[in-house]
């Protein structure tokens, strides 16, 4: 069963971009790639044919993996989101209570995750242990490392 993941319309578009890119760009640079290494002789002793082939599974796998994404992808409407408490998409500035840290996170779909940019998953402990909490309210998360404890500071888009 697909699971339905939640998208800003740049998110989805990136997302779709990047779908393209691979089907016009990679898939036919793949296919020159084995129909070259095929041209050079012998299959079973041709190292250069099995990599194209391999990278062309790995390849499609991706794109089936993107299609299947951008099927079950929902688009939020970011003005119409409570800003109120803890949501996909929200921009959130937390505090750790157990060593004073502050950092702030977007919560995003699964294929959105970026910790440089600091895009967490919504699915993640971190992302879970926010949802649905407001400005002043303390997340518990269980991490490997122990129990975490999380004071939302800020939430906005």
């Given at each position: 069963?697909?699971?339905?993941?939640?998208?800003?319309?740049?998110g989805?578009?990136?997302?779709?971009?990047?779908?393209?890119?691979?089907?016009?760009?990679?898939?036919?640079?793949?296919?020159?790639?084995?129909?070259?290494?095929?041209?050079?002789?012998?299959?079973?002793?041709?190292?250069?044919?099995?990599?194209?082939?391999?990278?062309q599974?790995?390849?499609?796998?991706?794109?089936?993996q993107?299609?299947?994404?951008?099927?079950?992808?929902?688009?939020?409407d970011?003005?119409?989101?409570?800003?109120?408490?803890?949501?996909?998409?929200?921009k959130v500035?937390?505090?750790?209570?157990?060593?004073?840290?502050?950092?702030e996170?977007t919560?995003v779909?699964?294929?959105?995750?970026?910790?440089?940019?600091?895009?967490?998953?919504?699915?993640?402990?971190?992302?879970?242990?926010?949802?649905?909490k407001?400005?002043?309210?303390?997340a518990?998360?269980?991490?490997?490392?122990?129990?975490?404890?999380?004071?939302?500071?800020?939430i906005?888009?």
């Amino acid at each position: 069963m697909s699971k339905v993941s939640y998208y800003s319309k740049e998110g989805l578009q990136e997302l779709r971009d990047e779908l393209e890119r691979l089907e016009t760009v990679e898939r036919p640079r793949v296919t020159r790639d084995i129909a070259d290494a095929r041209d050079k002789g012998d299959l079973s002793e041709n190292a250069e044919y099995h990599a194209a082939k391999e990278e062309q599974s790995l390849l499609e796998y991706k794109i089936v993996q993107l299609k299947n994404t951008i099927a079950n992808a929902r688009v939020i409407d970011e003005s119409k989101l409570d800003l109120s408490k803890v949501l996909a998409l929200s921009k959130v500035k937390i505090k750790n209570l157990n060593n004073g840290k502050e950092f702030e996170y977007t919560l995003v779909a699964d294929s959105m995750t970026n910790l440089r940019e600091g895009k967490i998953s919504i699915n993640s402990p971190i992302g879970k242990g926010l949802l649905g909490k407001k400005v002043g309210d303390i997340a518990e998360v269980k991490i490997p490392a122990g129990m975490m404890k999380l004071e939302i500071l800020n939430i906005s888009r």
